[in-house]
Structures are given as structure tokens and as C-alpha cells.
């Protein structure tokens, strides 16, 4: 299982960012995929979560109306579109197969970082 994040840039607030997820090891379309974050100094939570097939998606109250998952099973891929970034956005951002947990494998993350 490998998960690599990209896409993670400093942009100011305001501004919108897209990050990709590139997932293997696994059967991609058999897990509904989700990405996290971890703001510095707090505990890794929950983002989004989308379904096999892409149909069902769900947000954190933080972020829902500003992000938006989506898969493309082709191509083993998660993205996250972030729109009017906020300074509270600033984290490490992670994606993972569910179910996930701390004992699960985690990837090195994108940096996100928004100036105010």
C-alpha cells in the first residue's frame, strides 16, 4: 500500500488549491477514499470522503461548501479542490484508503500553507 500526496503549496487566503492523491498496492475502486489533515501542533482529522464510484461524497463541517473530492479510478487518483482558502486551512494533508486509523499506513503528506 503506498499513498503519495502532491499538490500542496503557500498561497494567500482567498485562493484556491488542488491537491492529488496517487494510490498502489491495492484495489483502488474497492475502498471509498477520504483525506485528512494535520494543523501544526493539533491531532490528524478528517476532510472528505468519497465513494467506490465516486457518487457520495462527504465533508467536515470546516470545509464542506469550499472543498470538493473527487476519484478517477483510471488512473488510481484522489484529488481534494480547495476554494477560498482560510489561514485555519494550514496543515499537512494526508489520503487514505478506509477504514483508517493511526496504526494504518499514512503517506508523507502535502504541505499546506495560507497566509493571511
Known amino acids: 500500500v503506498q499513498f503519495v500526496e502532491s499538490g500542496g503549496s503557500l498561497v494567500q487566503a482567498g485562493e484556491s488549491l488542488t491537491l492529488t492523491c496517487t494510490a498502489s498496492g491495492f484495489s483502488f475502486m474497492s475502498y471509498s477514499m477520504s483525506w485528512y489533515r494535520q494543523p501544526p501542533g493539533k491531532e490528524r482529522e478528517w476532510v472528505a470522503t468519497?465513494?467506490?464510484?465516486?457518487?457520495?461524497?462527504s465533508y467536515s463541517d470546516s470545509v464542506e461548501g469550499r472543498f470538493t473530492i473527487s476519484r478517477n479510478n483510471a488512473k488510481n487518483t484522489v484529488d481534494l479542490e480547495m476554494n477560498d482558502l482560510k489561514p485555519d486551512d494550514t496543515a499537512v494533508y494526508y489520503c487514505n484508503r478506509d477504514p483508517a486509523d493511526e496504526s494504518s499506513y499514512w503517506g508523507q503528506g502535502t504541505q499546506v500553507t495560507v497566509s493571511s
Open positions: 468519497i465513494s467506490l464510484g465516486g457518487g457520495v461524497a
